[in-house]
């Protein structure tokens, strides 16, 4: 569970800046999880650090009453990079090498990690997916931007295909890829997106996420749904958080 706990807040170990220092105490004896007396509802209560948890900024959302807003496209800059897949007790996570990124804002975000969570955290109007991929950027400041991709139940995806291909089967269990897995085979053709302002979904869910969900999900098969619930062994979303202020845009 130690090693687990180490990558917590999305496995952002490789990160500078006290937003990391803070998440990775925040872990040390803390089993956080998805169900029962650690379950979601109680993440704030358990410990201070996971006091955001509470806050009114949360994601995932239900993803509705868009704002009609001239988005500029996200400007994605990846390459083959996928290099080793963890199972960290939480969710299934392909950290990746260097070099990889998107600018948003004007600003390079370089992407850490990507992971997955099934049935899917964000919903779209009201619709819940089978599976959703986090992709985990971060700038020089280590300020976070995560774009998410849904997929529908169709056909295989050779990138999930590749990234789990050597998927650990217990928690804290890391294996190295056999060839660099590239995030680009999670991204749609068309990268139209929501956008709105989140947190992290799992303790110790630090807001001041900037959140680019993409319109068009992709597909993964029924037998890939099966394969990453049964290695996981349990449902890993967050519930939906309330959106209170926050206006999102399409
Ligand atoms: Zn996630």
Request: hydrophobic letters at 35%.
């Amino acid at each position: 569970m130690r090693i687990a706990l180490s990558m917590l807040g999305f496995g952002l170990v490789m990160l500078s800046g006290t937003a990391y220092g803070a998440a990775e105490q925040a872990g040390h004896g803390t089993h956080w999880g998805y169900s029962g007396d650690v379950g979601p509802d109680r993440w704030a209560q358990m410990k201070p650090e996971f006091s955001a948890c509470a806050g009114k900024n949360q994601s995932p959302i239900n993803v509705s009453g868009l704002i009609e807003a001239q988005l500029p496209p996200v400007k994605f800059d990846y390459k083959q990079g996928g290099s080793e897949v963890v199972n960290n007790g939480h969710a299934i996570q392909v950290n990746y090498d260097a070099g990889s990124g998107i600018e948003v804002d004007g600003t390079r975000f370089d992407l850490k990690q990507f992971h997955f969570h099934s049935p899917s955290e964000n919903q779209v109007n009201g619709k819940s997916f089978p599976l959703e991929a986090h992709l985990v950027h971060a700038d020089k400041d280590g300020n976070l931007a995560v774009v998410s991709v849904m997929f529908d139940e169709g056909k295989d995806n050779p990138a999930v295909a590749a990234a789990w291909g050597q998927m650990p089967k217990s928690a804290g269990g890391k294996n190295a890829l056999p060839g660099k897995v590239g995030a680009n085979g999670l991204l749609p053709a068309n990268r139209d997106y929501y956008r709105y302002n989140g947190s992290l979904t799992t303790p110790p869910c630090t807001e001041g996420v900037r959140w680019i969900v993409m319109k068009k999900p992709l597909t993964v098969s029924k037998q890939q749904i099966e394969t990453f619930q049964k290695t996981l062994g349990f449902a890993n979303n967050r519930p939906v958080q309330a959106v209170n202020a926050r206006p999102i845009l399409k």
